[in-house]
């Protein structure tokens, strides 16, 4: 099992510039999330997902948005990068079956420059 | 809001010390207390959890004391080793939609030799 899958690992982006982050998992799972981590800081939500079609902000969302097509996928968009959004982004997935442990991806070092 | 903190914020032990994290929660309806360890460059991975049902939980090594009355729970790395250098999250979540985890901070723990 790859179990949750982060593209690209690092992007250097110019102000102004938009990317999306995309995060795939072969798990199966309902709930899937994005999370900011800050240098010497803990994880902020961003956005999270109960399921396909279905999802909510979380403590973080303004500047990013999402969408979730498939239960696969959770891509994170970003519009207008600003200086603000440098940070590494986590995507991470859970289900009832795993008693809600999170499985997260390896990170997409992002920097706005 | 920061609703769960997490202290200190770095610990150098040597080895077969115990290093102890402690982490303080706010909101009396979560009832999830999982600890995550991560090694630079990777994403979190879940290391041990608790519920508010149980005063104390061991896995290997690794031991959570949790406090309900005083909001409070621990993490104890018995015996030490270099290897389990790395950063320490603690987090929390309510039985809602989405099982969204508030994160502590972070310990970064150092092991010598």
């Known amino acids: 099992n790859a179990g949750v899958t982060q593209t690209p690992k690092f992007r250097i982006l110019k102000i102004g510039q938009s990317m999306t982050l995309q995060c795939t998992q072969d798990m199966n799972h309902n709930y899937m999330y994005w999370y900011r981590q800050d240098p010497g800081m803990g994880l902020k939500l961003i956005y999270y997902?109960?399921?396909?079609?279905?999802?909510d902000k979380g403590e973080v969302p303004n500047g990013y948005n999402v969408s979730r097509s498939t239960t696969e996928d959770f891509p994170l968009r970003l519009e207008l990068a600003a200086p603000s959004q440098t940070s590494v982004y986590f995507c991470?997935?859970?289900?009832?079956?795993?008693?809600?442990?999170?499985?997260f991806g390896s990170g997409t070092r992002l920097t706005v420059v | 809001q920061q609703q769960v903190k997490q202290s200190p914020q770095s610990l150098i032990v040597q080895k077969g010390g115990i290093p102890i994290i402690n982490c303080a929660y706010e909101?009396?309806?979560?009832?999830?207390f999982p600890w995550y360890q991560q090694f630079p460059g990777k994403g979190p991975a879940l290391l041990i959890a608790i519920r508010p049902d149980v005063s104390e939980k061991k896995e290997g090594r690794f031991t959570i004391s949790f406090n309900k009355s005083a909001k409070q729970f621990s993490l104890h790395i018995m015996d030490s080793q270099p290897g389990d250098s790395a950063t320490y999250f603690c987090?929390?979540?309510?039985?809602?939609?989405?099982?969204?985890?508030?994160f502590g901070g972070g310990t970064r723990v150092l092991v010598k030799p």
């Open positions: 997902s109960v399921g396909a079609g279905i999802t």
């Open positions: 987090a929390a979540s309510s039985n809602t939609a989405g099982n969204k985890l508030t």
């Open positions: 909101n009396t309806a979560f009832d999830y």
């Open positions: 991470a997935s859970s289900s009832p079956d795993t008693a809600y442990g999170y499985t």
